[in-house]
Every structure is written in structure tokens, then in C-alpha cells.
């Protein structure tokens, strides 16, 4: 029976293959993928956040520790994608906000949706306002997923929100906020419609403001 703190202590450590050999394991075993990102993944990248805040660890441990749970995403993010992909309950436009390049939060939450229904347009990190207006043109997309995870790129999500009030779709859109930095109070203060703190909330946030839950 495989030991999943090995592979929390793999990511800790920025050590991808040996992340990979053990999702692998933790698959073969059906741990639910649920259980293996909230409980071990996700943990790991807290971790290393708070090393890195207390300066114990630094941005080449970052981009190490990223890279591995990366991969072992990459082998959990198909095993999200469940049943109800095939009928798309609606189209969400989402992307990390201008500024910014953290992106494995955004993935996740791109694939808890696609999971569950919808169709997702990823435009990716550093996203400006008029990326996403075109994106909801071209898509017809009614939702808008915004991610940030620095307080210096938070503010843009005011922008970007500004920027479809003047371009007079504002109302035409659901715009979901999310992200470490990001709580319910900075959402409203924005005129977000919704705000969520993980990517299953976010998806509940979602069919419940569509009126679909
Ligand atoms: Co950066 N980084 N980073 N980083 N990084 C943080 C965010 C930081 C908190 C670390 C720390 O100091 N403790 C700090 C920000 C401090 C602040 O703003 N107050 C920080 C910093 C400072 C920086 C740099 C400035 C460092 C430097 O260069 N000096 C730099 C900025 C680069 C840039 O963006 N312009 C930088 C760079 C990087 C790497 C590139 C090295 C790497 C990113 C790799 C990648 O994403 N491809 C990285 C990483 C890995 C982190 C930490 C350690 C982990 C982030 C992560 O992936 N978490 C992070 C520390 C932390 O967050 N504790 C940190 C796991 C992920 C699953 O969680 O993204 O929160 P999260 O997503 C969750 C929820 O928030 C929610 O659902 C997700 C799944 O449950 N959610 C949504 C997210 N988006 C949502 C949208 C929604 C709804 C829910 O609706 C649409």
C-alpha cells in the first residue's frame, strides 16, 4: 500500500519523476484524485509558500516544487473529467489575471468545470481585459473565471470587470473570482458575482449563480 506522504514530500522537494512514479502508484491503487490533490498536493505547495515567505526556501524551489505537482496533475487531471463532460451546461472563459504567472490553481479549477460539464476556454496566465471581452464574443461564453495569486495583479480583476461594463456586456456575464489572495469581501468590493476558495466550491459557486444547481 503506497505511503502518499512520500509523494507530498516528492513536491515538497521539486523531485517530478519520482511525483509521477507515485501518482502513478496512488492511481493504480484508486485513491481518489480528489483526495490525492486537496490532501497531499495542494499541502505541499502551502508548504512551500510558507518556507518561502520565512525565506527558507526560494524561487528555483518555487518553480521545482510547481513542476512536480504539475506532473502528477497531469496523469490526475483526465481521472476529474467525469460523465457529464459530454453535455456542456455552459461556456467558461477563464485565465490567470495581467501580471500574472501562477497558473496551477487556475488549471485545477479549469478542470473541476470541464469535469463537470461545462466547456472551458483556457486563455492561459497574464491575461489583459481585452483578451477575455474577445473571448466571450468569439466563445459565447456566459461565465468568466478570473485568477490571481499576487496582491499586486488582485486589483486588475477590478479592471478587467470595469472593462466589459464599458464595453456593455457586464450583465451578459458571470464573473467568478478566485485565488490564494482573493477572499468574498475584495469580490464584492469589486462587483464580482461570485468568489470561491477552491475548485469545487467554484464549480457549486457557479451552477448555483446560473441558477442550474
Ligand atoms: Co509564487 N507566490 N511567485 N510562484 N507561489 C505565491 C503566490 C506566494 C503567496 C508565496 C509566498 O510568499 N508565501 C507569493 C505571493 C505574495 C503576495 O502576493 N502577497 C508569491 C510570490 C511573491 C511570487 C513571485 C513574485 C516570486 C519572485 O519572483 N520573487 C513570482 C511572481 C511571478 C508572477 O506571477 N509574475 C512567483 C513565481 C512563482 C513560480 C513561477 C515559481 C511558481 C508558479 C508556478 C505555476 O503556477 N506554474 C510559484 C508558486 C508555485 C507559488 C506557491 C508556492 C504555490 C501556488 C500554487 O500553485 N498553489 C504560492 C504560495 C501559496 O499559494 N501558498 C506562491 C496551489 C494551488 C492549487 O492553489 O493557486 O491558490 P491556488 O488555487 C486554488 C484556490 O486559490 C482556488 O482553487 C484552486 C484549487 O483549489 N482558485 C480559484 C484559484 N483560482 C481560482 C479562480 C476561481 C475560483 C477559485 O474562480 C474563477
Redesign the pocket.
Known sequence: MINLNLLYEAVLAGKHIQAMELTKEAIDEKISPKEIIDNYL?KA??E???R??AHKAF?PE??M??RA??SSLSLLQPLLKGEDAHSSIGTIV?GTVK????????N??GSMFEGCGFQVVDLGVDVDAAKFIQAVKDHHATIV???A????TMPYMKTIIEAFKSEGLRDKVII??????VNEHFAIEIGADGY????NS?VIKAKELMGAA
Open positions: 495542494i505547495m502551502e512551500i509558500g510558507r518561502f515567505e524561487v518555487l518553480l516544487a510547481g505537482m504539475k477563464i501580471g500574472d504567472l501562477h497558473d496551477i490553481g487556475k485545477l479549477v473565471g478570473l485568477s495569486l499576487l496582491t499586486t467568478m473570482v478566485g485565488g490564494a489572495p470561491s476558495d477552491s475548485a467554484a
